[in-house]
């Protein structure tokens, strides 16, 4: 049963938008299904008005497909349309874009320019291994037509502006350390990792040699900050900013998809599932579910529903994924933990927690 779509009593403070279940690539792994919907605009409208509508000053949009850039003039008018109702409605409104880079053109670049739109290149790192896992229908590598658009992406947007999201398969979870170096040498000093699930088998050693990867990454990113030089992993810094591994945040506020048709879920993996229809938890051009339209987040058993791992446990295929992602948040509590444990005595680890918290983290 669905009611009114009016989330006021929540706080989301990011909703991701698939503008486009199409893509211009056929990579074997990727789990989107590719039905070729668009976005319309009053789905994308509703969709802002949702995130801007509930409680909270600061508000993260987050563009994703398919290829969001195959509906680029949706994004040219959600963009616009949010900036102008966040400006008058005094919200703080951030907006991300993840892309595999390969149709960037200059148009793309001047307006993400124009509306400090953070930009997010979905990357699997060296060329070998971005080419065996990251093609076009055809086959064919995209390593370097995405290399091929790096460097007008850093001429024309500032540094700050640009990260990269690292897949992380079992047959290259061993390499992550050098495929980081990798990126690193491309540019980029803002980095996520991206586990990919339902693929190949993580097995144990697979992922053992995960833990391992990113336990020197880890040892990286800390030489990093007493180097100068400083390298920023995305959940670090979420955590340092947000506390978002160590609090307990209810879905609605960090994990709310919306899919074209305006179908809305707590993940997008879930939202391509054979039985989505059981973790579906509303449409916003319809309204939500009545389970979820009067619950609010708080320790309080009468308003809140503690609903986000009864919600999660129903999906609970890939188990060796789930694991090496549980294990992937505790490295970075820990991570962030000690960054801000010895930036209370140390100039250099101060000067690298000051500007995260001063970023907008993305």
């Not at 309204?287 to 609970?316: H, L």
Request: some cysteine.
């Amino acid at each position: 049963m669905l009611s009114t779509l009016s989330l006021a009593n929540k706080y989301i403070y990011k909703t991701k938008l698939t503008v486009t279940t199409s893509c211009n690539l056929g990579c074997d792994y990727c789990f989107v299904k590719k039905t070729n919907e668009m976005m319309a605009e009053s789905t994308a409208k509703k969709a802002v008005d949702l995130l801007l509508g509930s409680r909270g000053e600061h508000k993260l949009l987050s563009i994703y497909g398919g290829e969001p850039l195959l509906n680029f003039e949706l994004i040219r008018t959600v963009i616009i349309y949010a900036t102008a109702k966040a400006r008058a409605m005094n919200k703080r409104l951030t907006a991300n874009l993840c892309t595999n880079a390969v149709l960037i053109e200059r148009r793309h670049l001047d307006f993400f320019r124009k509306y400090n739109i953070k930009l997010i290149i979905s990357l699997a790192g060296s060329k070998y291994t971005h080419d065996k896992f990251r093609h076009t229908g055809l086959g064919g590598g995209t390593y370097d037509l995405v290399k091929a658009k790096l460097s007008g992406i850093f001429e024309n947007l500032p540094r700050e502006n640009i990260g990269a999201s690292l897949c992380v398969f079992p047959a290259t979870a061993h390499r992550l350390r050098r495929e980081l170096k990798h990126l690193l040498q491309l540019g980029f000093n803002h980095v996520n990792f991206e586990i990919i699930r339902e693929y190949q088998n993580w097995s144990e050693a697979r992922i053992r040699g995960a833990v391992l990867g990113l336990k020197d990454i880890i040892s990286r990113v800390l030489a990093s900050i007493v180097k100068g030089k400083h390298i920023f992993i995305n959940p670090v810094c979420w955590e340092i900013k947000y506390a978002n591994i160590s609090r307990s945040l209810c879905p609605f506020n960090y994990s709310l998809e919306v899919y074209p048709s305006g179908e809305m879920a707590f993940s997008p993996f879930l939202l391509n599932t054979q039985d989505k229809d059981r973790f579906i938890i509303g449409n916003v051009n319809r309204g939500v579910t009545s389970e979820f339209s009067g619950c609010r987040y708080g320790r309080a058993k009468k308003t809140c529903q503690n609903c986000k791992s009864a919600y999660f446990r129903a999906y609970d295929s890939d188990t060796g994924a789930n694991k090496l992602h549980i294990i992937y948040c505790l490295l970075m509590l820990e991570a962030a933990r000690k960054i801000s444990a010895r930036s209370r005595r140390n100039a250099l680890f101060q000067d690298y927690v000051h500007k995260i918290e001063n970023a907008i983290c993305f």
